[in-house]
């Protein structure tokens, strides 16, 4: 049993994923190709956005788009101390203060009703994260986001192909950034990422910013990066995006069936009934885990915690001086929560062991 298969998914879809690298490989234009153009467009197209960027990860995707906003030294931005490092250490990178707001213990995403106190006339950005496959209330944050002026980033980076209240993440917001890094929803064979945002001034300097600040060979108004994304992983994500929609309802069917197999003995995902989740991580939560991984582990499944430790507790952040117990929610899940198996082809058969197996552990 694997925790994510990817090489079930590539059987049917390799002979795709062949052809689309065999014409890269014939037209040689290995940067900025015309997959890569292919792609954004189909991608923008998908979740409704006017402008797609393919970006080099979901990491260069927030550094890009803070960038974009000018954020920089003396600003802070805010968003989850519970989440990949990924979201905290590009606020970080461009000078400016992370600033974290507690999660809500249900969803683990960033709680709206505790986002106004965290806000000052340094905030100029708020960068909630729609974790485990589920959006952030976006409705709420923007609400309180408006008032002020200030925009919202979304990283999605594990919520690509979710919905909110009919709209897709990536486009609940001023900028959407998602990733597609091989085990997430939308994975590639390698790194990248997206940039969305049907604003067209902050389109044109992310496409600038994306390419060394450059708006023409050797002109550069703006400070950049090397941020694209290869032809080659643009041309496999094709491949991988025509199966995408129905990986989006085998995820969802995978979900239902663990919740009817284990929601009387453990704590399972909660979807709220305005969004629908594409389970990029199923995280259930339990009180005793170290026992609960090990059991699973003795009977061959694997696991994995995302994440065992609060970003205000990591020592690269130690300097911005949060006491530990600042934000008791994210404290409380980085303790209880851990994720099964989760992908698309995962059988009904692994999913009855794996239930079997959180029996045992259950009832000691
Ligand atoms: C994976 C991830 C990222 C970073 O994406 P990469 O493509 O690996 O750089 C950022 N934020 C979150 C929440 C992620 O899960």
Redesign the pocket.
Known sequence: MQFIDLKTQQTPIREDIEQRIKAVLDHGQYIMGPEVTELEQRLAQYVGARHCLGVS????A?LIAMMALGIGPGDEVVTSPF??I??VETIALLGARPVFVDIEPRTYNLDPTLLEAALTDKTRAIMP?S?YGQCADFLAINAIAAQRGIPVIE?G??SFGATQRGERSCHLSTIGCT???PS?PLGGYG???ACFTDDDELAKRMQQIRVHGQDRRYNHPLIGVNGRLDTLQAAILLAKLDIFPDEVERRAAVAERYRKLLGDMVVVPFVEDYNTSVYAQYTIRVEQRDEMLAALAAQGVPTAVHYPVPLHRQPAFASLGYPHASFPHAEEAARQVMSLPMHPYLKEADQVQIAEAVKVAVNG
């Open positions: 990860s979901g990491t260069d927030l989440t990949f990924s979201t994260v974790l990283d980076a594990q990733s597609f890094f997430k790194d990248g990422g």
